[in-house]
């Protein structure tokens, strides 16, 4: 990668982090798209999992005033284990259809929260353990499932330091466990590991960048921005898989 070209990938990781911070579940959801512009999709895995472990644990130091414990179980937990199941099944699994399947459910559900936004999903058990197993299960396979866990947080009204917080310490168990397996597969490549410095600084700048900007956001808007982002988030799928 050139110079030029390497400004633009930084920049662009920059952005994405500061938009993951604010949005509350990680930068991953605009930089796998984003990132397949320069990189192969297997490559894009490892790295993106090398991001975010930089990016959680910035974000637990920053915001390590406030996490959901019971979210961390109910929520976490099955996602971490289904993040193995999905990063294990990576080998053999086509993403192009599951891609396609998420942004249209990405794109309607935020749609229709944005539209109704009296509809909630209901804070209990059953859907955080849901939201777990669907969001550790899809970022296994194609690399991001934040936007699945954003939607699932949502439904809990936390503030957003908490919701941020739990969110980064669930995302930190996620991403630790899918590296060793991308690892074990060869998805992270040492001609790429020279990007891991450029990406560990834009992940401070970025996370401290978007806590700066949330002192200023109320809890309404930065659960509107959170849908926002979940419905860029699957366009911006469907117009990677589309291009791919």
Same mark, same amino acid.
């Given at each position: 990668?050139?110079?030029?070209?390497?400004?633009?990938?930084?920049?662009?990781? *920059?952005?994405?982090? =500061?938009? #993951?911070?604010? %949005?509350?579940? !990680?930068?991953?959801?605009?930089?796998?798209?984003? $990132?397949?512009?320069?990189?192969?999709?297997?490559?894009?895995?490892?790295?993106?999992?090398?991001?975010?472990?930089?990016?959680?644990?910035?974000?637990?130091?920053?915001?390590?005033?406030?996490?959901?414990?019971?979210?961390?179980?109910?929520?976490?937990?099955?996602?971490?284990?289904?993040?193995?199941?999905?990063?294990?099944?990576?080998?053999?699994?086509?993403?192009?259809?599951?891609?396609?399947?998420?942004?249209?459910?990405?794109?309607?559900?935020?749609?229709?929260?944005?539209?109704?936004?009296?509809?909630?999903?209901?804070?209990?058990?059953?859907?955080?353990?849901?939201?777990?197993? *669907?969001?550790?299960? =899809?970022? #296994?396979?194609? %690399?991001?499932? !934040?936007?699945?866990?954003?939607?699932?947080?949502? $439904?809990?009204?936390?503030?957003?330091?908490?919701?941020?917080?739990?969110?980064?310490?669930?995302?930190?168990?996620?991403?630790?466990?899918?590296?060793?397996?991308?690892?074990?597969?060869?998805?992270?490549?040492?001609?790429?590991?020279?990007?891991?410095?450029?990406?560990?600084?834009?992940?401070?700048?970025?996370?401290?960048?978007?806590?700066?900007?949330?002192?200023?956001?109320?809890?309404?808007?930065?659960?509107?921005?959170?849908?926002?982002?979940?419905?860029?988030?699957?366009?911006?799928?469907?117009?990677?898989?589309?291009?791919?």
């Amino acid at each position: 990668m050139n110079w030029e070209y390497l400004l633009l990938f930084i920049t662009l990781a *920059l952005i994405a982090e =500061i938009l #993951g911070t604010l %949005g509350g579940f !990680g930068s991953s959801m605009l930089f796998v798209p984003m $990132a397949g512009y320069f990189l192969d999709f297997h490559s894009v895995l490892g790295i993106t999992a090398l991001f975010h472990v930089s990016s959680n644990l910035t974000k637990i130091v920053l915001f390590r005033k406030g996490f959901d414990k019971q979210l961390i179980l109910f929520l976490g937990v099955p996602a971490v284990v289904f993040v193995i199941v999905g990063a294990w099944m990576s080998k053999w699994v086509d993403p192009a259809g599951l891609k396609i399947g998420l942004a249209f459910f990405l794109i309607v559900s935020s749609v229709l929260f944005l539209r109704y936004p009296t509809i909630r999903v209901q804070a209990n058990v059953r859907n955080s353990i849901a939201g777990g197993v *669907l969001s550790g299960g =899809i970022a #296994g396979v194609i %690399g991001t499932g !934040g936007a699945i866990r954003g939607i699932t947080l949502a $439904a809990f009204d936390l503030r957003p330091d908490v919701f941020i917080a739990t969110s980064a310490i669930i995302d930190m168990g996620v991403d630790s466990s899918r590296t060793v397996v991308y690892w074990m597969n060869g998805y992270i490549h040492q001609h790429d590991l020279y990007l891991v410095p450029f990406l560990i600084a834009a992940s401070i700048a970025g996370t401290y960048t978007g806590k700066v900007i949330l002192k200023r956001v109320s809890q309404e808007k930065f659960k509107r921005f959170v849908l926002v982002l979940v419905l860029l988030t699957g366009l911006l799928t469907l117009a990677d898989t589309i291009r791919g």
